[in-house]
């Protein structure tokens, strides 16, 4: 008899784990941002006006690589693994040719305020600064950090030397390869060569890196540690436009597509990962939307608060380019969270409901 309730007891909190367990979508997620990458860019390519001619009168490099004369060729020739995979078997938010839009709600529309709001949830008048201040909130990662079966497999990696203080590192304790460290703990080979190669590169800007070494170590870490949570932050895009390069804006956006093509295609090249992860994309704000201020965001600059977002994986039905729906930046975390079913807004009050997925 006692065996039997013994028994019963077993079965019952089983029972009563399975269904929440069954009911993750996923198993992993992966966040990719692209600093700064219009919502015009992502759903009509390159724009004409915006390219510098030769001084012959005949068009650029950029101009032959990245013109065609429709916008679905243009979108397609710039970020090719986007439009023909993301576009058929996952969803985008915030074509305005669809009526849709996607929005930071901060008011700041530049990036700590607009990653703060993907990660907290919530916007918060605090963060009004890109200065070196630990975040008072705790980010949707931190969370995950801190729930079972999450705790140390939670990784962040990102040029930009910020990030950590986004990601309350002291406090959060998540390993941030950032800076000219893209390995934090280089133990193979292979990864004291992403740092070298980190350190090699010319010294562009000096925060940290070009993307590649920090895509590099991303992998690595994919493959070494395997993360059920993973963050990569991609700025290029934003320092290019800042100077004016609009020719290498569109290219590091063309890069941006084909490393999101190479984290895809691992993770479904490894049984941990394959056919269990989600994968989400977006940006921390828009930009400017004419030739005189496209280099430029913040919120003395017009149309700079839209943006736009990426799913693709485990629970996101091929919905495609969504019709007629407004989605919000802080939409994020609880998103990250849900897809591998945890549930951000329980502990977070003040934070947006993950995406409308399932329409
Ligand atoms: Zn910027």
Request: aromatic share 10%; glycine share 8%.
């Amino acid at each position: 008899m006692r065996t039997w309730t013994a028994l019963l007891a077993v079965t019952l909190a089983l029972a009563s784990v399975r269904p929440a367990a069954a009911q993750a979508p996923a198993r992993n997620v992966v966040v990719i941002t692209l600093d700064g990458l219009r919502w015009q860019e992502m759903f009509t390519g390159a724009n004409r006006d915006y390219f510098k001619k030769n001084s012959n009168g005949e068009p650029s490099a950029a101009e032959k690589r990245f013109w065609r004369d429709t916008p679905e060729e243009r979108r397609s020739v710039m970020m090719p693994f986007v439009w023909s995979t993301i576009a058929t078997k996952g969803q985008i938010f915030g074509d305005p040719a669809r009526e849709s839009r996607a929005h930071v709600t901060n008011g700041l529309w530049f990036s700590y305020p607009g990653y703060n709001e993907m990660f907290a949830g919530v916007a918060d008048p605090r963060v009004d600064s890109n200065d070196k201040v630990p975040n008072p909130n705790v980010t949707v990662l931190e969370w995950l950090n801190s729930r079972p079966g999450f705790k140390g497999r939670v990784a962040a990696f990102g040029s930009w030397d910020v990030l950590p203080f986004i990601l309350n590192t002291g406090r959060s304790q998540i390993p941030v390869g950032t800076g000219f460290t893209p390995v934090p703990k280089a133990k193979t080979d292979r990864e004291r060569a992403i740092n070298e190669l980190a350190a090699d590169l010319p010294r562009y800007w000096d925060y940290g890196p070009f993307d590649a070494p920090i895509v590099y170590a991303a992998l690595e870490s994919l493959r070494t540690e395997k993360p059920r949570v993973l963050y990569i932050m991609l700025g290029e895009g934003d320092e290019w436009a800042h100077g004016g390069r609009y020719d290498l804006y569109l290219d590091a956006s063309f890069r941006a597509d084909r490393f999101i093509r190479r984290i895809w295609d691992t993770l479904q090249s490894m049984p941990e990962y394959k056919d269990q992860t989600t994968l989400l994309v977006t940006t921390d704000h828009g930009r400017g939307a004419t030739t005189a201020d496209w280099n430029d965001h913040g919120k003395r600059v017009p149309a700079a608060e839209s943006t736009w977002m990426l799913a693709l994986g485990p629970g996101v039905p091929p919905l495609g380019v969504r019709q007629s729906v407004t989605v919000t930046t802080s939409q994020l975390a609880a998103t990250i969270a849900a897809a591998v079913g945890e549930d951000f807004t329980s502990a977070v009050k003040a934070a947006a409901p993950p995406l409308p997925l399932k329409k």
